[in-house]
């Protein structure tokens, strides 16, 4: 099992910055694939960012690229994601996930196992 608790969100004003964080324990950490996810109210869960276990590989959604950065500690067994020129679209409930699966993918639902509760970021125009 593994257990995931973000943290981080909040309210902010379109174009400012938050960073989210994931800390993770129940498992070797260093060996988990991680990811984020987002869901806006009616919307479906779509891919934000996702890491390799070694962090050498990073894959970003279309819609954030640029603008976030997924980054991992693994002495804190923490993943974050760094994110910039926020706008009003990037509202949601915003959830990691992990994999203990080293070559799991990375951008899929599908790809991931285990689901933190999630943070609610804010935007405001």
């Known amino acids: 099992q593994v257990q995931l608790v973000e943290s981080g969100g909040g309210l902010v004003q379109a174009g400012g910055s938050l960073r989210l964080s994931c800390a993770a324990s129940?498992?070797?950490?260093?060996?988990?694939?991680m990811g984020w996810f987002r869901q806006a109210p009616g919307k479906e869960r779509e891919f934000v960012a996702g890491?390799?276990?070694?962090?050498?590989?990073?894959s970003y959604g279309n819609s954030v690229k640029g603008r976030f950065v997924i980054s991992r500690d693994n002495v804190k067994n923490t993943v974050y994601l760094h994110m910039n020129n926020l706008k009003p679209e990037d509202m949601g409930i915003y959830a990691c996930?992990?994999?203990?699966?080293?070559?799991?993918?990375?951008?899929?639902?599908?790809?991931?196992?285990?689901w933190g509760q999630g943070t609610q970021v804010t935007i405001s125009s």
């Open positions: 996930a992990a994999n203990p699966q080293v070559n799991a993918g990375l951008r899929s639902t599908y790809d991931y196992i285990y």
């Open positions: 890491i390799s276990w070694n962090g050498d590989t990073t």
């Open positions: 129940g498992r070797t950490f260093s060996r988990l694939v």
